[in-house]
């Protein structure tokens, strides 16, 4: 993600002062949203400190720090996103890698692969209920099958892009095969893959969410619907609250990821640019 | 989360494949005896891309006919297809996928209207710039589809909540690619058009703005397909009673309604590749020119 901030102007001092500012909005955005609930008083919004307190009696007030209610009700979720993704990448990345090494697979397969990756994902949920039934596997497999298209596009599209150069230089360098795919193609086509994996990721919340609103007993989703159609708003807000937060982390761990595999790829467009 | 990131241009995601090494060139026809027409070379990915369509199909028939899944309910491919065929003739069907569209292009607009201008403004004040980041960073990776919930409660579950959704989701990827698409405007451009005497809104008008389009339709791009995704998964959760994806959930508890979810899926594929090519259309039309200056 470009960070940006305009050439020429980033003095030493502006370093403070930018973060500094956009501090100062934040706090300010909050705290005017707790003035004006603490003053409204209505029973659809309450105030922002309410809702942290009572995902902390909730959750995180158990005698190890986690409660009981937190491993109802949050961690069934984790795991099916988790388990889901993983699957959804690993497939991914492999199948996308070999229709992209192959120049006739690719053409057999790229315009079911278009039709697959404009489906909507969510439409998928009806047909994973009929096809696979309302259990976990349910769950798991509509993440999978759903998140599975960016990063399978992503890798073919970065596998293809490789530059000949590289390759040549490989055969020069008499690699191998698997030499050639882990030394030359994966890293080359990192930045892709990750592409892939950010919208994957973004996308399996959606379908997680959809997915635990049918025939689930448990799960952020589940509680989310459950708390709006009995009216406890207090609760949904916390739903809210931890959807926001399992985005907002997801979202903080792949850029440390990234920003750790991708080190050399950085260190590389320094030297060059 | 947003479903995607900033891309200054069509990178990875939306790139047209470049050949790999060692393919021959079209027009080198001498490898040893095999020489290959160049007609038949350049309908060959249309060729071997049907090959796959068809050969996927007919898996599908194959599997479905004789019962190889462990549920024993898919329906063949060409039942599929007749029901599909059935369903865009079908009035009460199309009217569920038009509001669908509908809705995903009202929230759609609604993201636009607010984030270029809004992305105009923060590209060209460093001092607005500063105050906003950090709550856009926050608000960034946030699930356009928590809010459902609330919306359902304010708004109702109709096209008003759908559509918030789909702002909501659509309005940071436009956003960024909007700051992106001015910052990428050339300074010694904006420095001659001052000298001209020209005002800060001619400015904006003749230079910035037409340096910011195309990352603003990359933008848009991006976002289409976001906005149907949003749209079809707000139905679920609001329990529309209106739209594809109501409609798919209402037919998936009907006993013998796996032929018209099947239909159905494969409708909303369709519809994707449709509105893609559309907004493709568009980008060719009025994107393609910038990025013609972007290369030379």
Request: glycine share 10%; net charge positive.
């Amino acid at each position: 993600m470009t960070t940006v901030t305009t050439a020429g102007t980033a003095t030493g001092s502006r370093r403070f002062v930018a973060p500094l500012r956009g501090w100062l909005t934040a706090v300010a955005l909050i705290a005017i949203w707790q003035v004006w609930t603490a003053t409204n008083g209505s029973l659809y919004f309450p105030t922002p400190w309410e809702i942290v307190d009572n995902a902390r009696v909730r959750w995180f007030s158990g005698s190890s720090l986690l409660t009981e209610a937190f491993f109802r009700e949050v961690t069934p979720s984790l795991g099916r996103l988790a388990v889901g993704l993983l699957i959804a990448w690993v497939v991914g990345i492999s199948i996308g890698v070999l229709i992209g090494r192959s120049r006739v697979v690719a053409e057999l397969v790229e315009p079911l692969l278009h039709f697959m990756r404009a489906m909507p994902g969510p439409v998928l949920l009806p047909l994973a209920l009929v096809l696979v039934g309302t259990g976990n596997s349910m769950r798991i497999s509509l993440i999978a099958f759903g998140a599975v298209w960016p990063i399978l596009f992503n890798t073919y599209s970065a596998v293809r892009r490789v530059p000949v150069g590289y390759l040549a230089a490989g055969k020069v360098a008499r690699l191998g095969r698997g030499a050639t795919l882990f030394r030359i193609v994966l890293p080359a086509a990192s930045t892709g893959i990750f592409a892939g994996i950010r919208v994957s990721t973004a996308l399996g919340i959606i379908l997680l969410i959809a997915s635990e609103l049918v025939a689930a007993t448990n799960g952020i989703g589940f509680g989310l619907t459950q708390s709006q159609r009995s009216f406890q708003f207090l609760d949904m807000w916390t739903f809210i609250l931890a959807l926001s937060a399992l985005g907002y982390l997801s979202n903080l761990l792949l850029s440390a990821v990234e920003r750790v595999v991708l080190r050399w790829h950085t260190l590389q467009l320094a030297i060059t640019h | 989360m947003s479903i995607e990131r900033v891309q200054t241009r069509p990178a990875p995601t939306e790139a047209t494949p470049a050949p790999p090494a060692g393919e021959p060139s079209a027009g080198s026809g001498r490898d040893g005896g095999t020489r290959v027409p160049p007609w038949l070379r350049r309908c060959r990915p249309a060729l071997l891309g049907s090959a796959g369509v068809l050969g996927f199909l007919l898996t599908w028939e194959i599997v479905a006919t004789f019962g190889l899944m462990p549920r024993n309910d898919l329906p063949p491919a060409s039942a599929t297809l007749v029901r599909a065929a059935e369903l865009i003739g079908d009035g009460p069907f199309m009217r569920n996928v038009l509001a669908t569209l509908w809705s995903s292009a009202v929230g759609l607009i609604a993201a636009v209207a607010i984030a270029v201008p809004a992305g105009l403004l923060l590209g060209m004040s460093s001092r607005l710039h500063d105050f906003t980041s950090t709550v856009v960073e926050l608000m960034r990776p946030l699930p356009p589809i928590a809010f459902v919930p609330l919306l359902v409660l304010v708004v109702g579950p109709g096209l008003e909540m759908k559509a918030s959704v789909v702002a909501l989701g659509c309005l940071w990827p436009l956003l960024t690619n909007t700051i992106h698409g001015v910052h990428s405007t050339n300074g010694v451009a904006i420095s001659t058009g001052r000298t001209f005497g020209w005002t800060r809104w001619q400015v904006t008008r003749r230079i910035i703005w037409p340096a910011a389009v195309p990352s603003i339709l990359v933008g848009v791009r991006i976002t289409v397909s976001v906005a149907l995704i949003l749209c079809v998964g707000a139905e679920y959760i609001g329990g529309s009673t209106t739209g594809l994806g109501s409609w798919l959930l209402q037919q998936s508890q009907l006993p013998q309604g796996i032929d018209s979810v099947c239909a159905g899926v494969i409708i909303a594929g369709l519809l994707g590749l449709l509105v893609n090519g559309v907004v493709s259309a568009l980008d060719h039309r009025f994107g393609a020119w910038a990025r013609q200056e972007e290369d030379a």
